[in-house]
């Protein structure tokens, strides 16, 4: 991987600063020829990147050739960077035109994947053997069943984090259609937990161990979509 090429000296972040203003910080310094921080700056990211294109890409194999590619457009990419958005909204950016690129290089596939196709990226770009890693696995088969729209929105902001103007800024779209995308993301994952109670929905009777499942994604659903100040 990319990573593997870079020098292995690492820097602290300022404690004071947010994880964004880090990131941000690195990829200025980045462009400017500093090597330390270009590394901090893929690692910080790297794993959003996938995440974000295994969402998007029907191809699990390509996953990480993406990602690459991603990083390698980014860097090519840093002199143009003046720090006026996040360094993680403007990576996702790139990312989410070298899916399309793709697609247009492929010609023959739809814009976002097949359900089977990018929860299996999905959760292969997941750490395991940590706390939650199960109810994540439990949200991401509960995912499946939302709207490709509404996956994406709720993906770049409860599970990646990016705040909704930014998440906007990513998907080429109005805020309003984001914060409304995730509301409705909600609505229908908690509707589908309620349905799963009683298990007599032939879509969700397909997925593995429901009452499981229902635990699972409610803990972790409560958790990713607390109220908090998103601009």
């Known amino acids: 991987m990319i990573t593997s090429a870079l020098p292995t000296s ?4 300022d404690p004071t600063a947010s994880a964004d203003e880090s990131i941000t910080a690195w990829a200025l ?7 330390a921080a270009v590394e901090q700056f893929v690692r910080a990211l790297h794993r959003d990147v996938q995440r974000y294109v295994a969402h998007l890409c029907a191809d699990p194999q390509a996953v990480d050739d993406l990602a690459q590619d991603t990083f390698l457009r980014a860097l090519g990419s840093l002199h143009r960077f003046e720090g006026r958005s996040s360094a993680r909204a403007w990576l996702l950016s790139i990312a989410r035109r070298a899916v399309i690129d793709n697609y247009r290089y492929a010609a023959t596939r739809p814009r976002l994947s097949d359900v089977a196709d990018w929860q299996v990226a999905v959760e292969r770009t997941q750490p395991q053997n940590i706390p939650g890693f199960d109810d994540g696995i439990a949200l ?5 069943f939302l709207p490709d729209e509404r996956r994406e ?3 770049l902001t409860q599970l990646i984090g990016l705040p909704y103007a ?4 990513v ?3 109005p805020v309003g259609t984001v914060r409304s995308r995730v509301a409705r993301a909600r609505a229908t994952l908690m509707d589908l937990l309620d349905e799963a109670d009683e298990a007599d929905e032939p879509a969700l009777a397909a997925v593995t161990n429901w009452r499981e499942l229902r635990r699972g994604s409610s803990r972790l659903l ?3 979509t607390e109220v908090r100040p998103r601009t």
């Open 10 to 13: 690492r820097r602290t972040p």
């Open 29 to 35: 310094a980045a462009r400017g020829g500093d090597a």
């Open 140 to 144: 991401l088969d509960l995912l499946a």
């Open 153 to 155: 929105a709720f993906v």
């Open 166 to 169: 930014e998440a906007a800024e």
């Open 171 to 173: 998907s080429d779209c």
């Open 222 to 224: 409560d958790r990713v």
